[in-house]
């Protein structure tokens, strides 16, 4: 498997299969705005539901939350995002395309080499207006991240939930960024998805605890397939701490632009209680029962990109392989990401088939994502599969007419198995749970 890929393989593979298009691709398209096909939607979903499983369902110290996009604007002024969300912005006086300070080598622009502006700080958040007057007292802001959402609402969740810290609150949803150099495909978008975690804990406990999600959510990334020696740590240095932030991690992945950041968990400490307590006027505080004190939280957040991590899934998954002299592209997605679990494939599209090869569609359907193409010849409908990452083909042949077994084909190996019918659903969940394909007990005790 190559350890890296061109981008320009992932964004065609993308493309051509329905998982990302160019957003208003008929009108040119936006820049840095990606939309998701109906593979690509199954995968993001997955994804999601991958993050909310491992960190609100399976836990009993997180709780979810879901809050508006655009806020009162004392949030941010209170969270430090109206001073200091910026980043240094230099401008070329000739083509005057747009720069990061920080990321330009040597003193002319990368473009044209021409003179560059001094440095001036821009606010890379998004500025409208509520309401029909556009006036200053109007103003509000697209969130730049969700964490916001969740400490306004601290309160609220710890005199309702009835738990006791340390408690996480989750929340998944879009943020905005009027980023200077967007790009990379869906690396770095000025419209994106945040799955955040922050996680409150007894202040002296918070370097323990940020150790711990520091190994959970490298370990999500390993359980999800993608390859340990293309993924690393690396703790910020003091001059690169975001302005809450006491300590911070990064989760690298080894992008084809080079190591790039998935997701960073920092520790926020008490930066953000104590900032709304003081612009709102409300006390925000948790009283230790046990402990019998009181004391402002400090928060450990883990915060990772939706459509970031969809790209590295993608971009570890994507192989391209010699079978019997032809070359074949697949996506090893493991099979709880798999936009598609089941292609139900016809050998033909023939009066005979179509019956039986409907009626085990409609069977698995109900309980798997399931596709069914009877069009073209049976070998580009494979192909067509592998190329999204689907796990589990089955087919149906005349034989099938007689007998009432169905061939079920694995991606990755391309073993194949025969089984009835009537255990087909059993036997695909047992192997969607990851039973190996070819241990099962109706593969031992059936003629191979
Ligand atoms: N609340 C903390 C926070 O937002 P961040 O390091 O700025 O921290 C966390 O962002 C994660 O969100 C990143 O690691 C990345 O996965 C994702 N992310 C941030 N900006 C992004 C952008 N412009 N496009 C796509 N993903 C982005």
């Given at each position: ?264 968990i920092a520790n926020r400490g008490d930066f953000d209680l104590i900032q709304h307590a003081k ?37 570890d998954a994507y192989d391209e392989e010699e079978v019997e002299g032809e070359k074949r592209t ?119």
């Amino acid at each position: 498997m190559p350890a890296k890929v061109d981008m320009d393989k992932i964004v065609s593979l993308c493309k051509r299969r329905g998982l990302i298009f160019p957003s208003s691709e008929i009108y040119g398209g936006l820049a840095s705005c990606w939309d998701y096909g109906p593979m690509g939607v199954e995968l993001k979903r997955n994804v999601r539901d991958a993050w909310w499983k491992s960190i609100v369902h399976e836990r009993a110290d997180v709780v979810g939350l879901d809050t508006s996009i655009m806020m009162h604007p004392g949030v941010w002024a209170a969270s430090g995002h109206i001073d200091s969300f910026t980043d240094p912005l230099v401008e070329c006086k000739s083509c005057h395309l747009r720069w990061r300070a920080d990321a330009v080598e040597g003193k002319g622009c990368p473009k044209c080499g021409g003179e560059l502006t001094e440095p001036r700080m821009f606010n890379l958040m998004f500025k409208t207006s509520m309401g029909p007057v556009e006036e200053e007292a109007s103003t509000v802001y697209l969130r730049p991240e969700t964490a916001q959402g969740i400490f306004v609402n601290f309160d609220n969740v710890i005199t309702t939930s009835r738990k006791k810290l340390p408690l996480g609150i989750a929340q998944i949803g879009k943020s905005f960024r009027n980023e200077i150099t967007p790009g990379n495909f869906i690396f770095r978008t000025r419209e994106f998805e945040h799955m955040e975690l922050e996680y409150f804990v007894k202040p002296g406990t918070d370097e323990k605890w940020l150790d711990y999600w520091v190994k959970e959510r490298f370990d999500w990334y390993v359980k999800l397939g993608i390859r340990k020696e293309n993924l690393r740590l690396r703790q910020h240095g003091k001059d690169e701490l975001a302005h809450y932030a006491r300590d911070c991690y990064d989760i690298d992945y080894l992008f084809p632009m080079g190591w790039s950041e998935l997701e960073g968990i920092a520790n926020r400490g008490d930066f953000d209680l104590i900032q709304h307590a003081k612009h709102s006027g409300k006390e925000l505080g948790y009283y230790d029962a046990e402990a019998g004190e009181k004391y402002v939280p400090y928060v450990i957040e883990p915060s990772a990109g939706v459509d970031r991590s969809v790209l590295a899934f993608l971009i570890d998954a994507y192989d391209e392989e010699e079978v019997e002299g032809e070359k074949r592209t697949l996506l090893h997605l493991h099979r709880s990401l798999a936009p598609v679990k089941v292609a139900v494939l016809p050998l033909s599209r023939n009066e005979k088939l179509t019956p039986l090869a409907k009626e085990v569609f409609n069977k698995l359907c109900p309980n798997f994502v399931t596709d069914y193409d009877d069009s073209q010849s049976i070998g580009r409908r494979y192909r067509r599969q592998d190329e999204i990452g689907t796990p589990f083909c089955v087919t149906i042949d005349f034989e099938s007419l007689e007998d009432k077994q169905v061939t079920i084909r694995e991606r990755d190996s391309l073993a194949q198995i025969r089984v009835p019918i009537e255990e087909l659903g059993k036997s695909l969940e047992a192997k969607l749970k990851g039973e190996a394909f070819d241990a099962s007990p109706l593969w031992a005790t059936r003629d191979k």
